[in-house]
């Protein structure tokens, strides 16, 4: 037998980005809505239909994301790691996390010269989620 692993590859139309949205759970929707507004600075849409209510990260052809309530939306510190994007220096978004009610867990971490920067936080909700940038 033995594996198949790199045999017959296909010239499938490759993948540009992993990801193509996320959803952020909160069970107090506003108090998430505000959380990112504030450490983003933006004013994201809302909508509710059924028991789902749902805030939009504005999104310019990216990828694009929003925080979601409902009853199976359960905020939570462990699983995947969401990666946000933290901008020209992720410490102008990573100083505002205490201010809008969330926690550094881990304070901006260099990685190597290519990669840049991380951080970890803990959001308004209880979410586990981390920051990038190159600066």
């Known amino acids: ?3 198949t692993i790199g045999k017959n ?3 499938d139309n490759k993948l540009k980005d992993f990801v ?6 909160a069970v107090n929707f506003n108090q998430a809505v505000a959380f990112y507004n504030h450490i983003y600075g ?9 028991e789902n209510t749902i805030a939009f990260f504005p999104s310019n052809g990216g990828i694009g ?3 979601v309530s409902n009853s199976s939306s359960v905020p939570s510190d462990t699983g995947p790691l969401l990666y946000l994007n933290g901008g020209e220096d992720l410490n ?6 205490p201010v809008a009610g969330g926690r550094i867990i881990m304070p901006k971490t260099f990685i190597d010269k ?3 920067y991380f ?9 586990k989620l981390a920051l990038h940038s190159k600066k």
């Open 20 to 25: 193509s949205w996320f959803e952020i759970p």
């Open 42 to 50: 933006i004013e994201m849409k809302t909508i509710a239909y059924g």
């Open 114 to 116: 290519d990669s840049g």
């Open 92 to 97: 102008t978004i990573l100083e505002k996390i």
């Open 1 to 3: 037998m033995g594996s």
């Open 9 to 11: 590859k296909k010239k």
């Open 119 to 127: 951080a970890v936080f803990i959001d308004s909700e209880g979410n």
């Open 65 to 67: 994301g929003s925080i």
